[in-house]
Structures are given as structure tokens and as C-alpha cells.
Nanobody, 127 residues
């Protein structure tokens, strides 16, 4: 069965760094596009970053560009989100997601493009 499991969340201070991991298994293969989204209390789910399954092309939301970096390890079937210079506004539950198919990068900022979702990992940044 398809499964995405996030890990690496926690409580950090503003300015600190944190690295999230998302392990894919089951029916989710390396050919899927992989994205990160986040949702703060009382807010809509927000796109963070995506990496395409082939070529390593990436796309970021303006709010995280330059601070967060998405990457993947095909051998481990794992996607990462390296978060630097964290701000209090980064506090949210972070979800990884997998999208099957061919899309342009901007289309993958839409949550409805994704077929599978993890349960999320909490990131809390104190100011």
C-alpha cells in the first residue's frame, strides 16, 4: 500500500535550522513528483516546494525561497526539506505529497494535483 511518512519536525528557535524527511513506500515509486506543503492553525494548506521526478527541477513559494531547499535521494526513495533561517511564521504542520504524471512546475503548487499525502510533522519556531 502507498505510504508517505514525514519525520524530523520539532521545536526550534528563530534563526535555527531543521531538516525534514519523507520516506515513500508501497505503491509510491521514484517516478512520482514530490512536494511539501504546510498548514498553520486556522489557515489553508500552503504550497512550500516541489521537486520533479526527473531532472531535479524545483519550484518554491516566494515565502520560503532562499531559506528552504527541497531534495531527494532516489536510492532511499526519500525526499527532504532543509529549512534554514527559520521564522515564527514557518510554524505549521508540514506534509509531504506525491503526484503521478507529467506537470509543469507551477501546476505542482496546487494541492489537488497530488495523489498521496503523509500525516504531517509539526514544526514549531519560537521567536
Amino acid at each position: 500500500q502507498a505510504q508517505l511518512v514525514e519525520s524530523g519536525g520539532g521545536l526550534v528557535q528563530a534563526g535555527d535550522s531543521l531538516k525534514l524527511s519523507c520516506a515513500a513506500s508501497g505503491r509510491i515509486f521514484s517516478s512520482y513528483n514530490m512536494g511539501w506543503f504546510r498548514q498553520a492553525p486556522g489557515k489553508d494548506r500552503e504550497f512550500v516546494a516541489v521537486i520533479k521526478w526527473s531532472g531535479g527541477s524545483t519550484y518554491y513559494s516566494d515565502s520560503v525561497k532562499g531559506r528552504l531547499t527541497i531534495s531527494r535521494d532516489y536510492a532511499k526513495n526519500t525526499v527532504y526539506l532543509q529549512m534554514n533561517s527559520l521564522k515564527a511564521e514557518d510554524t505549521a504542520v508540514y506534509f509531504c505529497a506525491a503526484a503521478q504524471g507529467t506537470y509543469i512546475l507551477t501546476d505542482l503548487a496546487r494541492a489537488n494535483r497530488y495523489d498521496y499525502w503523509g500525516q504531517g510533522t509539526q514544526v514549531t519556531v519560537s521567536s
